[in-house]
């Protein structure tokens, strides 16, 4: 019986799993305390690496290209990051039902676009 237990919950917990929308990371970074604002930093973060690796499969990162949602300065801070990530969510009420990740890339896009290779 515990092994049926054990197997359901399993099964059952892939299935009640579900990505952010924009709102809802908006309002984890809005919250004021230590973990949900590492949380949300961390979140963004690591939906950037994600964008950044998926281009970069599909024909790479040095420059524009088709595809590529945003370009960051080598030096840009983590809480650079999240400003424009929720400045664009606030600017731009449409997005806050997107996937969060995607709300993250148009952001992302609009704070560090990427120049073209004439600039």
Known sequence: MLRVLICASALA????????????????????????????????????????????????TTGPRVGQYFCLPASVRPQQLRDAVRRYIVENPQVSGYNASTAISLGLGKAFPCKSVSD
Do not use: M, W
């Open 13 to 60: 917990v892939p299935l009640s799993a579900a990505a952010l929308t924009g709102v809802e990371l908006n309002q984890l970074c809005t919250k004021t305390d230590v973990a949900s604002r590492s949380t949300c930093t961390a979140y963004i973060q690591g939906a950037a690496d994600g964008v950044f690796n998926t281009i970069d499969a599909i024909g790479g």
